[in-house]
């Protein structure tokens, strides 16, 4: 692609200042801007982020645009910081020139204070244009490491999957995985362009030899990640030697990457937190890591995905990859994948692409393959056939833990709730008809015990179980987004703090909350309601089940909904 503004973005003169250079652009020039980012306020929203964009998955009633807005604001506030002054004024110059060529923009990073590589700026919104710039022209993170050449390949593309799913983590439906992943590449598989094969209960061991022994074009990881913030590096979970988690840190992952001959062009993590990164060190996140360990170019995800998601994005990856787009095309192509599969979706910011080099071609094809759909015949006929895999790991059991004890000082009753357990990168969905008929989620535990739910709260209810159960000393990360009215008028707008401005104190439950803010409490307990709002961090006095809802003693005229991310963290 010959239309590309790079931007190298490091440490300025003085603390909180930041250096913007072009370094290379399709207009020519080569500006300098000196910038001001609050990075630990921006590092500080990442939670309510994430919360925004795992709600969108959900299909429950809620309010997109506020969603929405917290995406936005990052969005628009990364944008303002590192277009501005004669930066702002190239990127423009640029973008004109581009689509006078009828071509797309390609926008390359090279972050290099490693503050700046934990931010998602794949958020990245122009509101001059009213676009999220990863959707209208491709977006990569760009590694300083050589410039590699693409590889000749001879079709079929040989592409491994993975799957780990180790004993005492949450299951993975192995048989579903296979369907989502051989329904994105069939088409290409059925001409001829693509080779998948498995590796199930990949192990260290089973992994080595499988590189040693063939050559791989793609690696698919299916599974789970982690970011171990004591030893401040990604981790990705193998089956150990007893069937258990085998967590391999980053830098290991890539030496063992590295037996392959030759080196797998590209590697694709489905995994949970396998693009997040550290604020003290550029290659502690696992894609940043194989990608300056040799990788051409690395997919990760930055939030875990959902499976009509994660399914979105590998049929329109691979189907660009194999009609012979750039990868960061391809990405954007599964981006737009994603876009498809619900209006208010936000998921198409969480692929994540490191690059190596300038050139986004991974690979290439023999003179007699160009522009055709189909490799010269064998003679037999038939497409490369789809290795089979195992029989499936049994589904993930209902391990909530429900209550449904009123106290007369704070009454409150089980309200429906759609709960988004995450494991495995995916989202496994249990709405309120399919579990006990309570109206509680389901619980599923993640590496370390951590785990996560989504729950919305619907602010004309009395109260919502979230489905959640801690134990004395348990801490709980609440995160809430969305828009509610009280009294149903259009005037008493509030988000999860409520009114700010302490009016309408008579209809509180909780005195020292604002009026409509979430709280929560611990049912069947004597502990008394607490405050939450936008993001509390709750440390469980005694063992409970958590309800939420709004500060009204008359929520049945309110409208609206929050939606509300518990992070459960098990006490040390």
Avoid: K
């Amino acid at each position: 692609m010959d239309t590309v503004m790079e931007l190298e973005i490091g440490s300025g003169p003085d603390a909180g200042s930041y250096l913007v250079r072009v370094v290379r652009s399709t207009g020519g020039g080569d500006p300098v801007e000196t910038i001001r980012l609050d990075v630990d306020d921006l590092a500080g929203l990442l939670p309510l982020l994430e919360a925004s964009v795992l709600s969108s998955a959900v299909a429950a009633r809620r309010v997109v645009p506020a969603n929405e807005a917290a995406l936005r604001d990052v969005g628009e506030r990364l944008f303002a910081a590192a277009f501005r002054g004669e930066v702002a004024a190239e990127y423009r110059t640029s973008a004109a020139i581009a689509a006078e060529r009828g071509s797309d923009l390609r926008l390359a990073l090279r972050l290099t204070a490693p503050e700046l590589a934990a931010l998602p700026w794949e958020t990245l919104y122009d509101p001059s244009s009213g676009t999220y710039l990863c959707r209208r022209e491709p977006l990569v993170r760009h590694v300083t490491a050589g410039n590699p050449s693409p590889l000749a390949v001879q079709p079929p593309l040989r592409v491994l999957a993975m799957v780990s799913s180790p004993r005492g983590l949450p299951p993975l439906d192995v048989p579903a995985e296979r369907d989502r992943l051989e329904e994105a590449l069939r088409p290409q598989a059925e001409h001829g362009l693509v080779r998948l094969e498995w590796l199930e209960q990949a192990s260290w061991a089973s992994v080595h030899r499988t590189l040693l022994e063939d050559e791989w074009h793609v690696l698919h990881f299916i599974g789970h990640g982690d970011y171990d913030d004591v030893a401040d590096e990604g981790v990705l979970a193998l089956v150990g030697t007893d069937g258990r988690a085998d967590l391999v840190p980053a830098h290991a992952l890539a030496d063992l990457l590295d037996e392959a001959e030759p080196t797998p062009r590209l590697v694709v993590l489905n995994s949970c937190e396998s693009g997040a990164a550290s604020r003290s060190d550029l290659l502690s996140g696992t894609a940043a890591a194989l990608s300056h360990s040799g990788i051409h170019a690395v997919v990760a995800m930055q939030f875990p995905i959902s499976d009509g998601a994660a399914l979105a994005f590998a049929r329109g990856f691979y189907t660009a990859l194999a009609n012979g787009r750039a990868v960061d095309e391809a990405v954007r192509s599964g981006r737009i994948d994603i876009l498809g599969t619900g209006r208010g979706t936000l998921e198409w910011v969480t692929p994540v692409l490191y690059l190596r080099g300038d050139d986004g071609r991974l690979f290439t094809r023999p003179a007699e393959w160009v522009g055709s759909a189909t490799p010269p015949s064998d003679g037999s006929g038939a497409a490369p056939p789809m290795a089979p895999v195992s029989a499936a790991a049994p589904p993930p059991g209902d391990q909530a833990i429900r209550g449904m004890l009123a106290r007369p000082a704070f009454r409150w009753v089980a309200g429906g709730v759609v709960a988004v357990a995450i494991a495995a990168g995916v989202l496994f969905v249990l709405r309120p008809w399919e579990g006990a008929g309570d109206g509680s989620g389901t619980t599923v535990q993640g590496i370390g015990g951590t785990d996560r739910t989504v729950v919305t709260v619907e602010a004309d209810a009395d109260s919502t179980e979230s489905g959640v159960w801690c134990e004395a000393g348990d801490r709980l990360d609440i995160t809430a987004t969305g828009e509610a009215w009280l009294d149903a008028t259009a005037t008493a707008a509030i988000g999860p703090d409520g009114l700010a401005d302490g009016t309408s104190p008579e209809t509180r439950l909780l005195e020292s909350a604002n009026t409509g803010e979430l709280i929560g409490a611990l049912e069947d307990t004597d502990e008394p309601p607490f405050a939450i709002g936008s993001f509390e961090q709750y440390i469980c006095p005694v063992d409970g089940s958590l309800y939420l809802g709004v500060n009204d003693t008359r929520p049945g005229d309110n409208r609206g909904s929050f939606e509300v991310t518990v992070t459960h963290v098990p006490a040390q």
